[in-house]
């Protein structure tokens, strides 16, 4: 299995943080003047820690727009999905919901509201608030949800080490080149490795994005067995079985049950990790220096980011007030409890940019928060398609012998995958 497939503590993306049921909380401003209108229905997934940031967020809302009432409900990850759809058939779908990699699944059923009427009528510029991660939640150039949470992949590394080593810190400018022969000055054999690894996507798309590559190109169709896609994946296939600066999957076996870069960074036993914000929470207390910088660049600038977005159900009968909602949300002012609370980033760049987001009150130590601001230049729009989770399992079952190093060849690997790509996923041409 891929080097943090196993991340158990991801906030950013659906299917990730765990509740024990549908939890309903409600916030209960008046009705506006005889209005008859009923509570707009919120769903999200998550843990207690989501739970208790959106109703926070929820209650200032209400406190600004008494005629409102929000609903909110916390539905289990696994079963979210099927939950709201479930919903949305029945003619009862959410009027907010949460959405993240799986909103075209969505919208290409017709599921969603497309938001561009409602946003220019709100005077909401995506571009602007969240600079490239705007239109990032779009289907066939029409936005179907206003990011809400989202943090680039940052680099993680053992401030001890690099400087014990000499070796300058990480930083937009390093190359792969660089990248590399920092890893290889870190790595000690069999005890401490220069990488955690890119063999999640978020990792090696990254690479293919970075060398001017694609998964799915402009016109729909899947392109993983381009030149640039290969030599990505090959890259940081090489980092394991070639030049042996990342822990091979036997080599995270024998650490201990479940653990990931995220973990082996925490416990010195990689240098060097790219992950997202959640990581930050295991390393408060950690007795070793660390800090945080932008992913290193290809031929170009190119990073993933994690987080999810807001939308309004097509069954919704409160369009206009579910929107006048989601602008307030994603506002400086509510953006602000997503910080206090430590839940994730914040989609808001202004937010990212203050001084609370910089010098957050529960940081303990001394840390580079600005890094997801300039990461954010960085963002490249990942192609969530209709068929994201039939492309995943694609992904996943195609590159298992890749990522084993049974088959050391990415041409190979790549070529068949994309085959099974075309099979499966619907050219928009």
């Known amino acids: 299995m891929p080097v943090d497939r196993l991340q158990v503590s991801r906030r950013g993306f659906l299917g990730l943080g765990v509740a024990a049921g549908v939890v309903t909380l409600t916030a209960c401003g008046s009705s506006s003047s005889g209005s008859a209108a009923g509570p707009l229905v919120m769903t999200v997934w998550g843990g207690d820690t989501d739970r208790k940031a959106y109703q926070a967020r929820i209650d200032l809302l209400v406190k600004k727009y008494p005629e409102l009432k929000v609903k909110l409900q916390l539905i289990p990850s696994d079963s979210y ?7 949305i058939a029945g003619g009862n779908g959410p009027d907010i919901m949460q959405v993240a990699e799986s909103v075209n699944t969505y919208a290409g059923k017709n599921q969603l509201l497309p938001l ?12 602007q608030r969240f600079g490239s991660v705007g239109s990032i939640y779009t289907y066939e150039d029409e936005l179907y949800a206003i990011p809400d949470r989202s943090g680039a992949m940052i680099v993680y590394y053992n401030k001890e080490l690099f400087e014990k080593k000499g070796i300058k810190a990480p930083s937009a400018e390093w190359t792969w080149d660089d990248a590399l022969a920092a890893f290889k000055e870190l790595t000690v054999p069999g005890r401490q490795w220069g990488y955690g690894g890119a063999g999640w996507w978020p990792q090696w798309w990254s690479l293919v994005y970075q060398n001017g590559g694609a998964i799915i190109d402009a016109d729909g169709r899947p392109a993983v067995d381009s030149d640039e896609a290969i030599e990505a994946l090959q890259w940081a296939g090489d980092l394991v079985f070639k030049h042996k600066v ?10 201990g049950a479940d653990i990931g870069g995220d973990q082996a960074f925490a416990n010195r036993k990689v240098a060097v990790n790219a ?26 600038q190119a990073v993933s980011a994690f987080g999810s977005g807001l939308a309004v159900s097509r069954t919704s009968k409160q369009a206009d007030n579910a929107f006048k909602a989601i602008d307030f949300l994603t506002s400086p002012e509510a953006q602000q409890v997503i910080i206090s609370s430590g839940e994730d980033v ?18 303990k130590t001394q840390v580079d928060m600005g890094v997801f601001a300039e990461s954010s230049e960085f963002v490249f729009r990942a ?44 050219s928009a041409g």
């Open 383 to 426: 192609p969530f398609i209709p068929e994201w989770n039939e492309m995943q399992a694609a992904i996943e079952s195609g590159l298992a012998d890749f990522w084993l190093g049974k088959e050391r060849s990415a041409a190979k690997a790549l070529t068949a995958l994309q085959k099974n790509l075309e099979s499966l996923i619907k």
């Open 81 to 87: 999905p099927q939950k709201v759809q479930t919903m």
């Open 116 to 127: 561009d009427d409602l946003a220019r009528k709100a005077g909401l510029d995506a571009g």
């Open 346 to 363: 914040p989609a808001n760049l202004e937010v990212q940019k203050s001084d609370a987001f910089l010098k957050p009150a529960w940081m």
């Open 246 to 255: 990342v822990p091979s999957a036997k080599d995270y076996a024998d650490m």
């Open 275 to 300: 992950t997202g914000f959640w990581a930050i929470a295991g390393l408060t207390e950690t007795k070793f220096a660390w800090d945080i910088a932008p992913l290193w660049r290809g031929k170009k």
